[in-house]
């Protein structure tokens, strides 16, 4: 993990994109603040800095609200430990492991014996740099820390941060971690190789989404790609959710539900319009977080809804028209010369 002065130089102001320096801080709960060119602050809390946007709140599940108040001095920091034990589970990842990796590990609640880290589908590398938008805390971090990336991961729960520099300080990992919005990413341009997100953009706001993909943009190297895991209208599961929840509104107005599902052609248009060359796979059926690794942490009833969603998986292999009724997808964009 870089000292945070070694990490300012990697960073910029999310609201010019100038230089940014580190000096002490007039709020009495923060011992630094971060500067950039042009005057405009940001704290450093807990060693983690905030780089948020006041003017621009968005309060999805009052996550952004919270670690503004947090940053702040007006709301205090959860009382979790400043270190974990070799072995320990970090408990933020205890109380929170269905918020952030889904209902399927709804039953480890309260119960795990070891986090549960994924396997990334990416290649090895060696030192290539990666942004993880939306790491809350951190097991695609880690998942790709141990394949050779250069990890930075970013989010807006200053909590889910905190949790991430514990675990990567258990794990070995020298992953880093900033709170930051993806609308207004605070770095310079071009400076990551890959841009890894999953199950975050789909639950926001399709305008708040556009917004992100030009900043994913912006920041990917001329040959950078992005590798982005959305929700697909077209899903069994996701179209029985999508017309449910229509149906209880009596089809008046839209659906404000948690995840927004996307068509194949929305896809298209918003990666490839905004990114670059894109194209589409299938992550998943029957879910959007199932991860086969991680079997272990569910119940004999979801394993066997696992199995059922690898084999067909595999199946939309050999029957391309398949792969329209995924309800996971991820979206795969080169960036492209504008």
């Known amino acids: ?15 010019d994109k100038s230089p940014l320096t580190l000096t002490g801080s007039a709020l009495p709960h923060t011992t630094n603040e ?9 704290p450093v809390v807990d060693g983690v800095p905030v780089l948020l946007l006041q003017e621009v709140e968005l309060d999805y599940r009052g996550t952004y ?3 503004l108040k947090q940053a702040r001095g007006e709301e205090p920091l959860r009382d979790y430990p400043a270190k974990l034990a070799p072995g320990a589970v970090d408990p933020y990842v205890q109380v929170y492991l269905g918020s952030t990796c889904g209902r399927l590990y709804t039953p480890a609640h309260g119960k795990l014996e070891q986090h549960p880290f994924p396997e990334i589908e990416l290649p090895d590398a060696d030192g290539a740099t990666l942004l993880d938008l939306g790491s809350n805390w951190g097991r695609w971090s880690v998942a790709a820390a141990r394949k050779g990336y250069d990890v930075i991961g970013m989010d807006p729960d200053l909590e889910g941060i905190r ?26 341009e071009g400076a990551f190789d890959i841009v890894y997100s999953f199950s975050v953009l789909q639950h926001l706001p399709k305008e708040h989404v556009r917004q992100s993909l030009a900043e994913v943009h912006r920041v ?3 040959s950078g790609r992005s590798l982005i895991q959305m929700a697909s209208l077209t899903g069994v599961r996701s179209l029985y959710n999508y017309l449910r929840i229509r149906w209880k509104r009596g089809f008046k107005g839209p659906a404000q539900i948690d995840v927004r599902h996307w068509t194949w052609r929305e896809l298209h248009d918003a990666f490839g319009g905004l990114i670059g060359p894109t194209r589409i796979r299938v992550d998943s059926f029957l879910s959007l977080n199932i991860q086969p690794a991680d079997l272990e942490f569910m119940l004999p009833w979801h394993q066997r809804v696992v199995r059922v969603a690898q084999a067909l998986e595999a199946l939309s292999r ?6 329209y009724l995924a309800d996971s997808v991820f979206v795969e964009s080169s960036r492209d010369e504008r």
Request: aromatic share 4%; charged share 25%.
């Open 34 to 42: 971060i500067v950039c060119q042009r005057g405009h602050r940001y």
């Open 163 to 188: 949790a991430a520099r514990r675990i990567a300080v258990q794990q070995g990992v020298s992953s880093n971690y900033i709170v930051a919005d993806a609308r207004h990413l605070p770095f310079p």
């Open 220 to 222: 990917l190297k001329p």
């Open 65 to 67: 609200h919270r670690t």
């Open 318 to 323: 050999r029957v391309p028209g398949l792969k």
């Open 1 to 15: 993990m870089l000292e945070l002065d070694q990490l300012l130089q990697r960073l910029a102001c999310p609201r």
